[in-house]
Nanobody, 120 residues
Framework: QVLLVESGGGLVQPGGSLRLSCVVSGSSVSSSMWSTGWYRQAPGKERELVASSTRVGSTNYAESAKGRFTISRDNAKNSVYLQMNSLKPEDTAIYYC????????????WGQGTQVTVSS
């Protein structure tokens, strides 16, 4: 029932910027109650956490993303965003959005991913 759809990926040159969006539909829990995250997975590597946020607004970033990436949300639009600046070739990966919440049990939902390629 819950669907997460990412968009905004594409090809960008090193030093460029992209903003990824994740629109969530079908959740019976208010977006204000979600913990959110962006993960990425490059070929041959494990999926890693890039950025996360809690329902109270605290954020956390991977060391490689700190200072360059910003996670945010618009609860009215049921959307989660990842602003990526100063992109590097090593940022190339499929990026996935994730939401989690607890309502009598733990819920964990993932999007299908969007490709980000950083290359000159």
């Amino acid at each position: 029932q819950v669907l997460l759809v990412e968009s905004g990926g594409g090809l960008v040159q090193p030093g460029g910027s992209l903003r990824l969006s994740c629109v969530v539909s079908g959740s019976s829990v208010s977006s204000s109650m979600w913990s959110t995250g962006w993960y990425r997975q490059a070929p041959g590597k494990e999926r890693e956490l890039v950025a996360s946020s809690t329902r109270v607004g605290s954020t956390n970033y991977a060391e490689s993303a700190k200072g360059r990436f910003t996670i945010s949300r618009d609860n009215a639009k049921n959307s989660v965003y990842l602003q990526m600046n100063s992109l590097k070739p090593e940022d190339t990966a499929i990026y996935y959005c994730n939401i989690r919440y607890y309502r009598f049990k733990q819920y964990d939902y993932w999007g299908q991913g969007t490709q980000v390629t950083v290359s000159s």
